[in-house]
């Protein structure tokens, strides 16, 4: 089902992020997203990686970091969301005196850049990929993964062969309410045993 989809059959239902596999990093997704307001969490896919170019000579790396002269990704300094760019200094900034042998700028806190989401919303989304945000919303993506290997290899959701979308949702459906009594009966005090036993 798609998004799209999804929101006409659940207006009701809304939502302000996403957390999405690899699979689904393509910059068609992102620009979609992004007319929503939806804040994406998209694992980058590992065949498009490398150091790109970015405005100049600003190199950016495979997380959407600019690079500086030393090669060293440079210092996130955060999000401004009313102007959704990022603003990054140099790395060679110890307590405000700039230690690098050729700095590039003559700014005491070394050079700035900006990134903006509108540029690349793949390469410059709203949560940093190397951030601590990032991991922690990211990591719940488990949940699905558990959840999805739980319906198609333990309920062989795809071992059926209908050929209907009626049929197919029926059997989801039907999955989904075994996971919930799974869920339920983990969490519970009850012991089937002795009501096994006696039967």
Same mark, same amino acid.
């Given at each position: 089902?798609?998004?799209?989809?999804?929101?006409?059959?659940?207006?009701?239902?809304?939502?302000?992020?996403?957390?999405?596999?690899?699979?689904?990093?393509?910059?068609?997704?992102?620009?979609?997203?992004?007319?929503?307001?939806?804040?994406?969490?998209?694992?980058?896919?590992?065949?498009?990686?490398?150091?790109?170019?970015?405005?100049?000579?600003?190199?950016?790396?495979?997380?959407?970091? *600019?690079?500086?002269? !030393? &090669?060293?990704?440079?210092?996130?300094?955060?999000?401004?969301? %009313?102007?959704?760019? =990022?603003?990054? $200094?140099? *790395?060679?900034?110890? !307590? &405000?005196?700039?230690?690098?042998?050729?700095?590039?700028?003559? %700014?005491?806190?070394? =050079?700035?850049? $900006?990134?903006?989401?509108?540029?690349?919303?793949?390469?410059?989304?709203?949560?940093?990929?190397?951030?601590?945000?990032?991991?922690?919303?990211?990591?719940?993506?488990?949940?699905?993964?558990?959840?999805?290997?739980?319906?198609?290899?333990?309920?062989?959701?795809?071992?059926?062969?209908?050929?209907?979308?009626?049929?197919?949702?029926?059997?989801?459906?039907?999955?989904?309410?075994?996971?919930?009594?799974?869920?339920?009966?983990?969490?519970?005090?009850?012991?089937?045993?002795?009501?096994?036993?006696?039967?």
């Amino acid at each position: 089902m798609s998004a799209r989809e999804f929101k006409a059959y659940f207006r009701e239902y809304t939502w302000d992020r996403v957390l999405l596999d690899a699979a689904h990093d393509a910059m068609a997704i992102y620009e979609y997203l992004r007319s929503q307001k939806i804040t994406p969490f998209i694992d980058m896919n590992q065949r498009n990686t490398g150091n790109k170019k970015y405005k100049d000579d600003m190199m950016i790396s495979r997380n959407g970091v *600019p690079i500086c002269k !030393k &090669g060293l990704e440079m210092r996130n300094r955060g999000y401004d969301s %009313s102007r959704a760019r =990022r603003k990054y $200094h140099c *790395p060679l900034v110890v !307590k &405000g005196v700039v230690t690098c042998d050729t700095p590039c700028s003559v %700014s005491p806190y070394g =050079r700035c850049v $900006h990134t903006y989401t509108k540029d690349n919303p793949r390469l410059f989304p709203p949560v940093a990929r190397n951030s601590n945000e990032w991991t922690n919303i990211y990591k719940r993506r488990t949940t699905c993964e558990r959840s999805n290997k739980r319906a198609k290899e333990d309920y062989h959701l795809e071992a059926a062969k209908h050929r209907s979308t009626m049929m197919w949702t029926i059997r989801v459906y039907g999955i989904a309410m075994c996971q919930h009594i799974d869920a339920w009966y983990q969490e519970s005090n009850l012991d089937l045993k002795p009501m096994l036993l006696s039967a």
